[in-house]
């Protein structure tokens, strides 16, 4: 087993918690969400037309992207009281840059909770230009920057929030391999 | 016995690299037995043994100015490959103070540390550097603490910081690498840097890894050997620059690999650091083409063995497949069938 991928359980909200902000990349919140809670946000990700927002309602709260929802998490957290539970779920990529927000902001590790759900795609780091390449759905990609066929690596940097790429066919050029998609 | 050193060597573009007869003799061979099987092999950093790269607390080499020198191209190029994260400076100087010691203890005739309270006088003669500065006032040095001392010593570094029961890397400088990437692993757990390494995981070679180093003590260093092969005598051989190095390995002939193909050791020995508590990693690797390695009789026979025996894993993940049949034909006619001791030991005294 590699263990640099961490491993994710299904979705719950912990019991322990005063109050619960949910925040996925998915267009609806979550299967799971008991009534017996109280104190529950959650942030979507949908837009109701091209750049037209669509207005929070009955405790969910969409943003246009997942990059107007993580720039605003800093903030929502800055404010947060004792008791509070975070629960990022999305791609690896998404779950990972949330979760370093949420350590930058002053959370325990113990009060945080990922879950990776929607498709299997990868933010690939180019070893070679340092480009962060998003959204890979298979194990072979084209670096946008420097042009390199990245071969990605089965290791993951929980700081980076990306899978390690390196150029597939550097040995002898143009002896790239067919591309696997990933399904994990 | 006293060290004399190489004039600057090159370990890219023209190659000059190669090993005195001296310095074949005195090579970390790995492999104990026949065969080759990852396991904790690791025992006490203790003066003396199998190999004279035991001998010295931080063993210097005749080597040694042509690996700085590669050290400053490979930082000029790119200087994130020497990184500490900023709650690591307490583990900047315990470095530096362990290894002006050691150096200047193990090395007089090279290395001379002078201290008067914290005003300290540190003399590297082989580099030419002549450097008074303030113990724990790291801008009476031209670089930081850690960056300072490294480069001047052979082999790579990392720093692990020790909390929540794990280690994390949380700095190193790392220009002569085995394929893998400072700037990628930098902030990483024991199990995550360790994560594409195969087999060793289902094995639980990491978690008793892991539990032995969280109680290494101060004062009582530990060591271990690793190894890989390299296409020529390339230090850095880092993920971020194989786009220069991989076409080299597919250079490899059965008519060049004696002489292009190296077998690199890592003297791999741990520290615990007095003041910050974190552990020192010092990964000291000593590169010696196949036709060097030859001249030791024993060797050769081994090499054959191990090399041909190696679980196709293993291979794979240490890049060997391209060229591992030339290497084992290489080695091929010097096994004449005959027993080896167990054991690392050249079994010669000249060559």
């Keep these: ?184 | 016995m006293k060290l004399s050193l190489k004039p600057q060597e090159t370990y890219r573009d023209d190659y000059t690299f190669s090993n005195s007869d001296e310095a074949i003799l005195r090579f970390p061979f790995p492999f104990p037995e026949d065969g080759y099987m990852y396991s904790v092999n690791m025992e006490p950093h203790v003066r003396g043994g199998a190999t004279p790269v035991y001998d010295k607390v931080f063993d210097v080499d005749e080597h040694y100015i042509g690996d700085m020198a590669d050290r400053a191209i490979t930082l000029d190029q790119d200087p994130l490959r020497c990184q500490v994260l900023p709650h690591m400076e307490t583990a900047e100087w315990d470095t530096l103070e362990l290894l002006m010691e050691s150096l200047a203890n193990d090395y007089p005739e090279h290395f001379s540390l002078t201290k008067n309270g914290d005003k300290w006088h540190w003399i590297n003669r082989p580099l030419e550097i002549d450097q008074t500065f303030t113990f724990g006032r790291k801008e009476t040095l031209p670089y930081d603490p850690f960056e300072y001392i490294t480069r001047q010593m052979q082999g790579d570094f990392s720093l692990q910081d020790q909390r929540d029961n794990n280690l994390y890397m949380d700095g190193g400088m790392v220009t002569s690498q085995a394929d893998w990437s400072l700037n990628f692993d930098v902030g990483m757990s024991f199990h995550e840097w360790h994560g594409p390494v195969p087999l060793a995981h289902q094995a639980g070679v990491f978690d008793r890894a892991l539990q032995y180093l969280l109680r290494l003590q101060y004062g009582k260093p530990v060591r271990r050997l690793n190894w890989t092969m390299t296409a020529n005598p390339r230090l850095d051989t880092s993920p971020e620059n194989y786009p220069l190095w991989g076409p080299e390995k597919a250079a490899i002939t059965p008519e060049n690999v004696g002489h292009r193909m190296c077998l690199r050791v890592e003297l791999q020995t741990l520290h615990r650091l007095p003041r910050s508590n974190a552990i020192l990693f010092s990964i000291r690797g000593y590169l010696i083409r196949l036709e060097e390695l030859v001249k030791v009789k024993k060797w050769a026979v081994r090499m054959h063995r191990v090399i041909r025996d190696l679980h196709p894993q293993i291979a794979e993940y240490k890049g060997l497949p391209r060229y591992r049949q030339y290497v084992v034909d290489y080695f091929a006619p010097f096994d004449d069938g005959r027993t080896l001791n167990s054991g690392i030991a050249a079994e010669q005294d000249s060559i």
Excluded at chain 1, 36 to 54: C, L, M, Q, R, Y
Excluded at chain 1, 145 to 174: I, N, Q, T, W, Y
């Design chain 1, 1 to 184: 087993m590699n263990t640099s991928r961490p491993l994710y359980k299904p979705f719950a909200l912990d019991p322990s918690g005063l109050a619960h902000l949910i925040v996925t990349s998915l267009d609806t919140p979550p299967e799971g969400i008991e009534d017996s809670f109280d104190n529950i946000e959650v942030w979507t990700v949908k837009h109701a037309g091209p750049g037209v927002p669509v207005l929070a309602a009955g405790g969910i709260r969409p943003f246009r992207s997942t990059t107007e929802q993580l720039a605003q998490l800093g903030h929502r957290l800055g404010r947060m009281t004792a008791g509070l539970r975070f629960y990022a779920i999305g791609s690896e990529a998404f779950i990972w840059d949330a979760y370093n927000i949420a350590i930058a902001a002053g959370m325990h590790p113990s009060e945080i909770f990922l879950h990776r759900a929607g498709p299997f795609v990868r933010r690939v780091y180019c070893s070679h230009c340092r480009t962060m390449v998003e959204d890979v759905p298979a194990n072979i990609v084209t670096c946008p920057s420097c042009e390199a066929s990245l071969f990605v690596r089965d290791h993951f940097s929980r700081r980076l929030a990306a899978f390690m790429g390196v150029k597939v066919d550097a040995e002898v050029p143009g002896e790239v391999p067919a591309a696997e998609v990933f399904t994990s």
